[in-house]
């Protein structure tokens, strides 16, 4: 990830909310309207003040000798004046209220959906250092500032900018003097709140960070919570994340404080500026150099004026707060995937065979582990339609092989290629689109069986999602469910069992239809009976493909064209099951503890 707003230089954090320019610009003639219909209405309340002067003078304090008929209909008319502007004032502002608001709505919606996309394609390298809890707050609370700002701060601020600068025009333009006096004093109010704004932006930031941690505690938990009973930590979590939601209290306080000292500040400052000027105003009237009218417009552009500034003064605050969670998704949407899709993708054939690996003297090591290859010198070819299962100890660095296939990481050193073509020169999405993947914790998605199992080809008919489910021995079991396919399964298929869930994914693979099939533990969590039918379904699926099977029963791969024994990252040794035993090498000692002890080696990773 790149470098915290805490350590980049102040230049680029003050632009932090030009990350959103991108996210505007389609919508130019939306934000056109909206600026338009902003200019108008600020339009309408600077009239409104020569309206009033209008009324006072030419209605109110007429000379004597005039009509009261004639006074009469003179009011009626500066009153309808008024009225005029006021409508014209709430149409103009309700134009403004709509079209910002759905700016705001839309460009927040663009921006969850732009760094979502983001983060689906990221590799895991990504997500050991960030918590997937991190994302789902700047998702969710991040977008929403800013969203707050785009659909409603911003047009405040513009508004209030536009009508500051014009009731500034209309005071230079009515009484000079009094407007330089003016101006002066504006520039002690707005200089402070800046500098100490900086510091209401930076607790703003930190606020924010804290809730992410709270937000990470608890999507983790919450997604572990058999092993949390099962453990009786409830009190213990519910401390921890108490702990989390406290500091983020206690950051949010400071930030609150502080900014309720500049908004106090504003307000008292411009109060000040407005009682001083309606102080030398009636000065001016009682020493004749005035109208009353012309002062009850001064009055009043200089309430527009004061009233702009305290809210721009509010707005800032805003600003602040959104600057600091743009800040934190431009970080996620500017991060860049260890692992990038090929720029001039070369296009592999595919073998109705099934795929050819070459593995080529690979040498990998974790990012999060630098100092311990994972594997060393690893050299493998499967041929096309070949079965070959990869056994060894834990730590052996059997799943590491898998991963390095599916370009979850690349290599420090060595090739890979599929079909003759390197991965680094293929499509992810046509790397991938020919793997088939049966993990050791089935996935099962918060959806229908039926949605399930298509997750494999979105396209594929019910008919074909059907005989996907009997080829997988799922078919008894779904139809026996209370809508048949169309059940929803809950979250993460709690309504299932380990080998149902197992059978769900492997109908998925069988979907797909892939020419590589790779089985990471896929029955290691299994039942005797469960393991059984898995086992059959698994048969039915590597037919016709090439596949890679990790097992630590060995019971399982016993009938493989091939068995690779890894140790340390490294092939100790290859054959049938028959030529390994004969041996005595460390898969006979692995076959020993198994068969004749009936224990189980350690599941690798």
Same mark, same amino acid.
């Given at each position: 990830m790149p470098p915290s707003s805490a350590s980049r230089p102040a230049a680029a954090r003050a632009h932090a909310l030009s990350g959103l320019l991108p996210f505007l610009r389609p919508y130019r003639i939306q934000i056109l309207l909206a600026l338009a219909f902003l200019v108008l209405a600020a339009v309408a309340t600077l009239v409104f003040p020569l309206a009033l002067r209008q009324l006072i003078d030419g209605g109110?304090?007429?000379?004597?000798?005039?009509?009261?008929?004639?006074?009469?209909?003179?009011?009626?008319?500066?009153?309808?004046?008024?009225?005029?502007?006021?409508?014209?004032?709430?149409?103009?502002?309700?134009?403004?209220?709509?079209?910002?608001?759905?700016?705001?709505?839309?460009?927040?919606a663009d921006l969850r959906t732009a760094v979502y996309t983001r983060m689906l394609r990221q590799s895991p390298e990504f997500f050991e250092t960030t918590q997937t809890g991190e994302v789902l707050s700047r998702l969710t609370t991040d977008t929403t500032l800013v969203q707050t700002v785009v659909g409603s701060s911003l047009s405040m601020g513009l508004r209030n900018a536009v009508m500051g600068m014009g009731a500034v025009g209309m005071l230079v333009w009515s009484n000079p003097f009094l407007m330089a006096q003016v101006l002066l004093a504006v520039a002690l109010v707005v200089l402070p709140a800046m500098v100490f704004g900086r510091r209401v932006r930076r607790l703003s930031r930190a606020s924010q960070d804290r809730v992410a941690d709270s937000s990470a505690i608890a999507a983790e938990v919450l997604g572990a919570i058999p092993v949390v009973q099962s453990y009786t930590a409830e009190v213990r979590e519910a401390a921890r994340f108490g702990q989390a939601t406290d500091a983020a209290f206690a950051t949010a306080v400071r930030r609150t404080r502080a900014r309720s000292v500049l908004v106090a500040f504003v307000i008292i400052a411009t109060s000040a500026l407005l009682l001083w000027a309606l102080y030398r105003g009636t000065q001016a009237v009682l020493a004749g150099q005035i109208s009353a009218g012309h002062l009850g417009q001064t009055v009043v552009y200089v309430i527009i004026l004061a009233s702009a500034v305290a809210v721009l003064g509010e707005v800032y605050g805003d600003l602040l707060r959104a600057a600091g969670a743009t800040e934190r998704l431009m970080e996620l949407l500017t991060s860049q995937s260890a692992v990038e899709s090929a720029q001039n993708p070369v296009l592999a054939p595919v073998s109705p065979a099934g795929s050819a690996i070459d593995f080529e003297a690979i040498t990998f090591h974790y990012p999060s582990r630098p100092l311990q290859a994972s594997l060393q010198d690893f050299t493998l070819h499967v041929a096309p339609g070949e079965t070959v299962a990869l056994v060894g100890p834990s730590g052996a660095g059997k799943s590491t092989v898998l991963q390095?296939? #599916?370009?979850?990481?690349?290599?420090?050193? !060595?090739?890979?290629?599929? &079909?003759? $073509?390197?991965? *680094?020169?293929? =499509? #992810?999405?046509?790397?991938?689109?020919?793997? !088939?993947?049966?993990?050791? &914790?089935? $996935?099962?998605? *918060?959806?229908? =069986?039926?949605?399930?199992?298509?997750?494999?080809?979105?396209?594929?008919?019910?008919?074909? $999602?059907?005989?996907?489910?009997? =080829?997988?021995?799922?078919?008894?079991?779904?139809?026996?469910?209370?809508?048949?396919?169309?059940?929803?399964?809950?979250?993460?298929?709690?309504?299932?069992?380990?080998?149902q869930r197992q059978r769900i994914a492997i109908a998925r693979a069988i979907l797909k239809n892939p020419p590589l099939l790779l089985l990471d533990e896929a029955t290691s969590a299994l039942d005797a009976e469960s393991e059984r039918?898995?086992?059959?379904?698994?048969?039915?699926?590597?037919?016709?493909?090439?596949?890679?099977?990790?097992?630590?029963?060995?019971?399982?791969?016993?009938?493989?064209?091939?068995?690779?024994?890894?140790?340390?990252?490294?092939?100790?040794?290859?054959?049938?099951?028959?030529?390994?035993?004969?041996?005595g090498g460390l898969y006979a000692q692995l076959a020993a503890l198994q068969f004749t002890s009936g224990t189980h080696a350690t599941d690798t990773r």
């Open positions: 109110l304090v007429a000379p004597s000798n005039d009509a009261a008929g004639e006074r009469l209909l003179a009011l009626r008319e500066h009153f309808l004046l008024l009225f005029g502007v006021a409508a014209a004032l709430g149409l103009f502002s309700a134009a403004r209220f709509y079209t910002v608001s759905w700016l705001g709505e839309r460009i927040t390095l296939l #599916l370009r979850f990481y690349d290599p420090q050193a !060595g090739s890979i290629a599929v &079909d003759g $073509v390197p991965v *680094s020169d293929m =499509a #992810l999405q046509d790397l991938r689109g020919r793997i !088939g993947l049966v993990p050791q &914790d089935a $996935v099962v998605f *918060s959806t229908s =069986a039926r949605e399930n199992i298509r997750y494999g080809r979105p396209e594929a008919s019910d008919a074909e $999602v059907e005989a996907a489910a009997r =080829a997988a021995f799922a078919h008894e079991f779904i139809a026996a469910l209370p809508q048949g396919y169309d059940t929803f399964l809950g979250e993460r298929g709690v309504r299932l069992s380990g080998g039918v898995v086992q059959a379904a698994l048969g039915h699926a590597m037919q016709g493909r090439t596949t890679l099977v990790i097992a630590h029963r060995l019971a399982t791969v016993q009938q493989a064209d091939r068995i690779v024994v890894l140790e340390h990252g490294r092939i100790v040794e290859q054959g049938t099951h028959e030529t390994l035993v004969r041996a």
